[in-house]
């Protein structure tokens, strides 16, 4: 059983309990743990697990101010924070991507498919629509779903773009600490199957 995803923000990147998540997710997938890709910025600190479908964005704390393009063994890991998570569900393309495939999604093509078939995440029930203290999440999990459980959402938009859906429709629930990326535009929204989904630190507002 992958623990608690959602347990893991504010942990640092050598914090025991990313580790013991990690090698639970290999568990579930037929490669093993490897290093991570890492993207530094002054600001962020990307993880990317791209095997496992799975990104974390690490915040820089006390002062600490990266520089770009430094690699695992030059960070100051106890400097940083886990600020959020993206969770990926991208079956590869049949095809490669076209010149006018943007270069957020071009990143995003680079990832596996999260390999745990259904998971949960907590959430904050007085905030639900459904007041559930979690919802249970699949790789076909739809937009009506999601909507019915928590709610309309705090935040969204996209669904717009040069040709038809070509900016991906995104939904935030701030109060559960969730965001939901999502492939088709916004008339479509209710069946589109998430791409993407971000957990972050519950917010009040």
Known sequence: MVPDIQTLLGANPSADAITVFL???VQHC???LTAPEVKSYSDAVYFNYYPLGISFLFIPQKGYKPTGGLKLEDLQVDSLVLDSINIYNAPKPKTTPTKTTTSSRTA???FSTYPVLKWKLSLSPEAS???ES???ISL???GKDFVSCLGEPDRKGGGAGPSSGSI???CEWSKHGIMVEGPQAW???KDAIWRVITVFPQKDE
Do not use: M, Y
Request: proline share 0%.
């Open 30 to 32: 037929n490669t093993s």
């Open 108 to 110: 995003e093509l680079a």
């Open 187 to 189: 008339e479509r929204g």
């Open 140 to 142: 076909t999990t739809n």
């Open 134 to 136: 979690s919802i249970e």
């Open 129 to 131: 629509a459904s007041n």
């Open 23 to 25: 090698n639970d997710l």
């Open 168 to 170: 991906g429709i995104w």
